[in-house]
């Protein structure tokens, strides 16, 4: 296990004896606020909403209680404020998804809620001009309303009969993980079927992927809080099998009986064979690998998160400094200074043993969320995407030096 226990000033003079003074891949990354516009922001959700070839967002504003869309403005315009609209209310908003729920060719937006709401509210785009806010008309989906504190959900064909589902969950009492079966017509709101699969204390991650190469997708999720917390599969029995309303069997995969956080997916070692790794707090990333692709066996090890930063929240996968190996990126919360808010996991070797511990957003914010791994910039190396709920920096993300460091050697 590794393990970094290292003041904050004293976590500067590292870096700067081991990589020199000038090596700007060892400083803090630049911030860029996209929106700012409300209070609260948790969690970005990504599509392309007018079709340019370029992703959006849609974030819940948890304290301002709406949900928002901001569309990119295209690479030249992308470190200023992005464009955005209010696509509707939803009180204590927890998770917004960008999805054709009605398959009319216009986005919609599905916002889970908590606190007082606990509902999930769908905001049904027109087809109109997305940044006019008359373009959507928000409802409440009537058999969500006051079941538990909805936290999250996603889009799966459960079925398989061609009309899209929608998988959710929640936290607290009566929360469960289950899936919303979607009549021919979307919008009849009140024909929408609840099918419970799990019960659930609090719900963090949830991802839709094929866990056993079956050919059929199932549901990987981390539960915060309860008797069952962990990191978990629910495999999907079929749609022709009678168990596929109420009965998917469950798989433990780790951290079993800790707060986990959210995960994240991917192949570390270029082995062909991804990843989960995991933020668990208050102060470690857990990095659960399989014995083979099809495996159900797992092992763990832990990369420890140093008092320097925050408690732990989100971990993201990719080649952050185009090195040909994955990199961890983690983020915090109650990250007050002197303390960092998100770090990077970074192998100096192939040893899978020796990891170097950098920080991407230094001394700025408190609270980061979700974690995106994205080119914002079409420069060709990978960006970081987040949200800071404290100091409402709200929705932004830090620039990767990488490419300009390169081209400046």
Known sequence: MVRWVIGFNLFQLFVVQVCGADDSLNSPWTRHVIDSRSQGADGTRLADVNRDGLLDIVTGWEQGGISRICLHPGYQAVRKSWPGVTVGSAKDVEDALLIDLDADGAMDVVSCCEGGQQSIRVHWG?????????????????????????????????????????????????????????????????????????????????????????????????DRKGERSGVFWLENPGADSLDLMSVWPEHEVGGLHQEVMFLSIGDLDSDSVQEIVVAIRPQKILVIKRDG?????????????????????????????????????????????????????????????????KSISGVDGVKHDLLVPIDLDGDGDVDVLTCEEVRNLGVIWYENPIIRFVQSR
């Open 126 to 222: 027109d087809g109109g001009d997305v940044l006019r806010e008359e373009s959507w008309e928000t409802v409440d989906l009537p058999d969500s309303v006051g079941v538990c504190r909805w936290m999250y959900s996603t889009p799966l064909d459960v079925n398989q009969d061609g009309q899209i589902d929608l998988v959710a969950g929640g936290k607290g009492a009566g929360a469960m993980l289950g899936w919303w079966e979607l009549p021919s017509d979307p919008r009849d709101v009140a024909a929408w079927q609840w099918h419970p699969l799990r019960k659930m204390g609090w719900l963090m991650s949830l991802e839709v992927i094929d866990m056993n190469a079956d050919g059929k997708m199932d549901l990987l999720f981390s």
């Open 293 to 357: 692709s099809q495996s159900n066996q797992w092992r763990s090890r832990e990369l420890a998160i140093p008092e320097t930063f925050g408690t732990a929240k989100a971990t993201a996968i990719a080649d952050f400094d185009l090195d040909g190996q994955a990199e961890i990126v983690f983020s915090t919360e109650n990250a007050k200074a002197p303390k960092m808010g998100i770090g990077m996991f970074d192998r100096s070797s192939s040893d899978d043993s020796s990891w170097e511990l």
